[in-house]
């Protein structure tokens, strides 16, 4: 089968970077902090219950390489393939800056994060979210809110705005498995806009140096709806299944 020349250049450019810091006898200092990254193969790449890559019809490879500091700070750039029914639709990357760290010794942490979509060939699909986050831990389990508005106009559609409420808990066992979820809402609104519910439940482990995650993804999307009437295809139920690697 002859892969996509983006598709593959992104392949290769992200085996390039991990294989660059997989070597590494020490961790890259640089102004102050470190470099690190994550490698991830994926059936399915599934966004707040939206399937990226036309109801799962390829698989996915991503990668996130940033840089961070103990003051908290951090910067990187995310990628991954995707596939929509636009076909200048390929690459999404996405580079981010934000600010991690905790409110003195009351247990809380929070994590701010302006994080861009660009989509290389089809820029007029781009914009950028503002993530806030903030989370607890309680024992072995932890729960994280989010509240994420878009900054511009939410994938490039004039006049469109979006805020994404979501809770993320998770609970980590002795045996070194861990169940995660989300439950959150994408509010959307302007002109024929509609938002939706969507959620996620899954477990995890780590196995021999690599992160496996076999995750349940849902919506309220139906053949309704304002958006997505004609192509709810993407938002069905369905199960991912990953592999990760972070350097």
């Known amino acids: 089968m002859m892969i996509n020349k983006k598709y593959a250049l992104l392949i290769a450019g992200l085996m390039a970077a991990s294989s660059s810091m997989a070597y590494a006898e020490q961790p890259n200092e640089v ?10 193969f994926a059936s399915d790449y599934v966004f707040r219950g939206e399937s990226e890559t036309m109801d799962g019809d390829v698989p996915v490879v991503q990668g996130t ?18 596939k929509f029914k636009d076909p200048n639709l390929e690459i999404v990357t996405a580079p981010f800056i934000g600010k991690a760290g905790a409110f003195g010794d009351s247990g809380f942490k929070y994590d701010v994060m302006v994080f861009s979509y660009l989509y290389p060939g089809a820029s007029y699909s781009n914009y950028t979210e503002l993530w806030l986050k903030m989370s607890k831990d309680f024992g072995h389990a932890s729960l994280q809110l989010e509240v994420t508005p878009t900054l511009d106009d939410w994938f490039g559609v004039d006049g469109w705005h979006g805020v994404n409420y979501a809770m993320h808990p998770s609970y980590n066992f002795d045996n070194g498995f861990k169940i995660s979820g989300s439950v959150g809402y994408q509010d959307l609104t302007g002109n024929g806009a509609e938002g939706w519910g969507h959620w996620n439940l899954g477990v995890s482990k780590e196995y021999a140096g690599l992160k496996f995650d076999l995750r349940y993804h849902g919506s309220t999307v139906d053949t309704d709806h304002k958006v997505y009437g004609d192509q709810t295809l993407i938002f069905d139920d369905r199960v991912v299944i990953g592999v990760s690697k972070s350097f």
């Open 31 to 40: 102004l102050g902090g470190t470099i690190n990254g994550n490698l991830t």
């Open 65 to 82: 390489l940033g840089w961070s500091n103990p003051d908290g700070w951090y910067a990187g750039v995310f990628a991954s393939n995707i």
